[in-house]
């Protein structure tokens, strides 16, 4: 800064200081008004559109599929742009390191960017950083509004030899939730039932799988997998079909 210039700020400064009101009560009084009307606008809309309760929630069910609220889909997409073997990766890099990169770079602005323009376009880094991220997030979130809508887990089912009727049977697996007590290849979940990927090398046979599916216990009594009982008859041939190939004709 160069003297005159400190001069001529010391100068308005003490001049807008003597016309100046003191914090308390004024300033304090600004901000009681201001928080009242916010807070009274939250009880407006609460009491005018109020939340209700939901549904109960139901633990054993096999076909919610997890999304997120829109304003958490940024996260929800930045997760799949990291990709790794060991399936933790994604999860470390898009809800620790990269959010808390841009978290500390925020901190440390100050620090950084010394300059005292502060005209928005004399500041072009400043300018375009900030740009890039509002339209980074814009971007991330538009694209998880349109990410299809299915089961995350399951849809990554990737088998070769696949004919019709072992697709038409994979879709039933993923619509019924399957995967979310099963795994094929390694896609699902690593429990309570058992690894499908070789399920048709133990030549239970069609008719089993039939029955099995319908009511569990029959087959394997004492079992905790849930009756599928609602389902087609083509539905109950298809996913058979597809079962009885697994590790045979589908791998
Ligand atoms: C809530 C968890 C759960 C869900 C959901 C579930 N299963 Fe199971 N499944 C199990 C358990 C536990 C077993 C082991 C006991 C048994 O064999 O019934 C099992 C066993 C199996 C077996 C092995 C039978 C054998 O011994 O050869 C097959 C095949 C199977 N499930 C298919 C399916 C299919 C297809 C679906 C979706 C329509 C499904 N499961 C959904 C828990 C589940």
Redesign the pocket.
Known sequence: MKKSEREAYRRDYAAAKAQGKPFFPYAVYKDLIVASVAIGFVFVLAIWQPIGIGEPINP?T?DFVPRPEWYFFFLFELLKIFKGDNALTPVIMATFIVPNILMVLLLVTPFIDRGRERRIWRRPIALTSGLLVIFGLAYLTQAGLEAPVGQAGAAGIELEGLDAQGEAGLE??IA???????MIKDVG?P????N?TD?GA?N?GIE??IE??KD??S??P?????A?AN?TDQQYDD?AV??EG?GTEYR
């Not at 004492?222 to 849930?226: D, I, Q, T």
């Open positions: 054993a096999t039933v697996y019924n939730g399957c995967s979310s007590c099963h979940a429990g309570p039932g058992p499908l399920e133990k239970r089993w799988q099995h599916l569990p216990t087959t394997s004492g079992s905790s997998m849930p599928f389902l996913l597809f079962l697994l």
